[in-house]
DNA sequence: CAATACACCG
């Protein structure tokens, strides 16, 4: 366009700027922020609204804020969305939250992105304090029954522990679109109400918007939670069949993760687990760097027995070189959220913490708890293998909510999923304290009570 | 120009 002599002006700008922030190209962004100071329109509010959303994107936070105190008195609601949503995108939520506690303060008024983005936050943290305070003000601002900050909502509450809040919201939904349903049947799904997600999925086909791939990722999931294999297996096959939709990564994930739940490859299924490995060869195709698709093959063989195979999939994960992520738990308590990862001596009550948990592995043998080493796939000593175990990061944050006291369900989150010694251990810890305990783990929600645990020992 | 849903997770 240039060459053949036509001039940008601001509409090109914008959308030159909306291409490149969505394929996050960072040096292409710095170049044409260049253009645009060259072309005199960097005064532009919706220039420099596109180029908050580019930075953002790019996670260039600094250069947003450089924008953003830069624009005063041009700042329009865009320009704030912009700035919130790339601080919790980038992570940085206590940023986020500052500047919606100061949009608040000075008497601004949040609008239907505002909420949903905040909203979004503190679902991926899981607080919900904090989600019913962005409840209650979206009241306020009578954004309630707003379908965006609906759907919202109810994810909120159900990544925050409360499926029973996040259904009571959803049955009283004015409107709902995709991401409503969507919300809910993902919901069902991370607490483990397989049949439930099932009988919502029935309900949307008669009557609620077409199903999308979220959705049957929503399905799949919930018949991978529950166990379901021969109804999951229908579904997939409804998805292409039926409603035109090509399976798509995340879809093969969920049937490899479905067979290896049910522990379908151990028995007469052979062609099925065929069908999980050849979904396991698209899944390294697409992205051989993905630790989780190998874990994902070696668990659907360890399920089956096949330990050869398993070799051979954790052989190939170590000749990708590819990395994992540190676990780690938190809890929200009056004075702040505590944070700990396995063997943690960071904590300031440290000492407490690791008396408090001498005293209750104690108290765990005595009531018969014998550590699940086999399951731990360290090549250690056993010795090294209890040790480990005995120190996985939501004993110490379970280990410290008991230092203190109260008489309310302790609320756990992790980043990983509970391994089988800890999910053990938590059932002993429940019967022994006499305490509710929920465990979020990367999964899905445990309800620990009277030694049980609400997902039957499958997960 | 900003926004909500998504499986897997030593």
């Given at each position: 366009?240039?060459?053949?002599?036509?001039?940008?002006?601001?509409?090109?700008?914008?959308?030159?700027?909306?291409?490149?922030?969505?394929?996050?190209?960072?040096?292409?962004?710095?170049?044409?922020?260049?253009?645009?100071?060259?072309?005199?329109?960097?005064?532009?509010?919706?220039?420099?609204?596109?180029?908050?959303?580019?930075?953002?994107?790019?996670?260039?936070?600094?250069?947003?804020?450089?924008?953003?105190?830069?624009?005063?008195?041009?700042?329009?609601?865009?320009?704030?969305?912009?700035?919130?949503?790339?601080?919790?995108?980038?992570?940085?939520?206590?940023?986020?939250?500052?500047?919606?506690?100061?949009?608040?303060?000075?008497?601004?008024?949040?609008?239907?992105?505002?909420?949903?983005?905040?909203?979004?936050?503190?679902?991926?943290?899981?607080?919900?304090?904090?989600?019913?305070?962005?409840?209650?003000?979206?009241?306020?601002?009578?954004?309630?029954?707003?379908?965006?900050?609906?759907?919202?909502?109810?994810?909120?509450?159900?990544?925050?522990?409360?499926?029973?809040?996040?259904?009571?919201?959803?049955?009283?939904?004015?409107?709902?679109?995709?991401?409503?349903?969507?919300?809910?049947?993902?919901?069902?799904?991370?607490?483990?109400?397989?049949?439930?997600?099932?009988?919502?999925?029935?309900?949307?086909?008669?009557?609620?918007?077409?199903?999308?791939?979220?959705?049957?990722?929503?399905?799949?999931?919930?018949?991978?939670?529950?166990?379901?294999?021969?109804?999951?297996?229908?579904?997939?096959?409804?998805?292409?069949?039926?409603?035109?939709?090509?399976?798509?990564?995340?879809?093969?994930?969920?049937?490899?993760?479905?067979?290896?739940?049910?522990?379908?490859?151990?028995?007469?299924?052979?062609?099925?687990?065929?069908?999980?490995?050849?979904?396991?060869?698209?899944?390294?195709?697409?992205?051989?760097?993905?630790?989780?698709?190998?874990?994902?093959?070696?668990?659907?063989?360890?399920?089956?027995?096949?330990?050869?195979?398993?070799?051979?999939?954790?052989?190939?994960?170590?000749?990708?070189?590819?990395?994992?992520?540190?676990?780690?738990?938190?809890v929200t308590m009056k004075d702040?959220?505590h944070?700990?990862?396995?063997?943690?001596?960071?904590?300031?009550e440290?000492?407490l913490v690791?008396e408090k948990?001498?005293e209750l592995?104690?108290?765990?043998?005595?009531?018969?708890?014998?550590?699940?080493?086999?399951?731990?796939?360290?090549?250690?000593?056993?010795?090294?293998?209890?040790?480990?175990?005995?120190?996985?990061?939501?004993?110490?944050a379970v280990a410290f909510v008991l230092t203190r006291n109260s008489g309310l369900p302790i609320r756990?989150?992790?980043?990983?999923?509970?391994?089988?010694?800890?999910?053990?251990?938590?059932?002993?810890i429940s019967?022994i304290v006499g305490r509710q305990i929920?465990?979020?783990?990367?999964?899905?929600?445990?309800?620990?009570?009277?030694?049980?645990?609400?997902?039957?020992?499958?997960?």
């Amino acid at each position: 366009m240039m060459r053949a002599g036509w001039n940008p002006n601001r509409v090109t700008f914008i959308n030159i700027l909306a291409a490149v922030s969505s394929l996050s190209l960072c040096k292409v962004g710095q170049q044409i922020h260049a253009q645009v100071i060259k072309y005199h329109i960097a005064g532009d509010t919706t220039i420099e609204n596109a180029l908050l959303a580019c930075y953002g994107k790019c996670g260039e936070m600094d250069e947003c804020e450089k924008i953003f105190s830069r624009m005063s008195d041009r700042k329009d609601d865009v320009s704030w969305n912009s700035m919130i949503s790339g601080y919790i995108h980038n992570e940085l939520l206590l940023k986020a939250m500052d500047l919606v506690w100061f949009m608040i303060q000075r008497g601004q008024r949040l609008d239907h992105f505002t909420f949903a983005t905040v909203l979004s936050a503190c679902a991926s943290v899981a607080t919900l304090e904090r989600g019913m305070e962005v409840h209650a003000s979206a009241l306020r601002a009578c954004l309630e029954s707003d379908v965006v900050v609906g759907s919202a909502l109810v994810d909120m509450y159900s990544k925050c522990g409360r499926i029973d809040y996040a259904l009571r919201f959803f049955d009283m939904m004015p409107i709902r679109n995709v991401y409503s349903w969507n919300s809910m049947i993902s919901g069902y799904a991370r607490h483990g109400h397989g049949d439930k997600a099932l009988r919502l999925f029935s309900r949307m086909k008669l009557d609620g918007p077409p199903p999308d791939h979220v959705t049957f990722v929503g399905v799949l999931s919930a018949c991978s939670h529950a166990g379901i294999v021969d109804e999951g297996f229908k579904h997939f096959k409804s998805m292409s069949q039926v409603y035109g939709l090509a399976p798509r990564m995340e879809h093969f994930s969920c049937i490899v993760d479905l067979l290896g739940r049910a522990g379908a490859c151990g028995r007469a299924n052979g062609r099925k687990t065929e069908l999980g490995r050849k979904a396991a060869d698209m899944l390294f195709e697409m992205e051989p760097q993905n630790a989780v698709n190998y874990v994902l093959l070696a668990n659907m063989y360890a399920s089956g027995g096949k330990w050869e195979d398993v070799a051979r999939a954790r052989k190939l994960m170590r000749e990708a070189e590819v990395k994992k992520e540190a676990g780690c738990s938190w809890v929200t308590m009056k004075d702040g959220v505590h944070v700990f990862v396995a063997g943690d001596k960071s904590h300031p009550e440290k000492d407490l913490v690791y008396e408090k948990l001498k005293e209750l592995n104690q108290k765990m043998r005595d009531a018969g708890y014998v550590p699940q080493t086999k399951y731990a796939l360290y090549d250690l000593d056993q010795e090294n293998k209890e040790e480990l175990l005995g120190y996985h990061s939501e004993r110490l944050a379970v280990a410290f909510v008991l230092t203190r006291n109260s008489g309310l369900p302790i609320r756990i989150m992790k980043n990983l999923r509970v391994c089988v010694d800890c999910h053990f251990a938590f059932k002993f810890i429940s019967k022994i304290v006499g305490r509710q305990i929920v465990l979020r783990d990367s999964n899905r929600f445990h309800h620990f009570d009277d030694g049980k645990c609400s997902c039957g020992d499958y997960w």
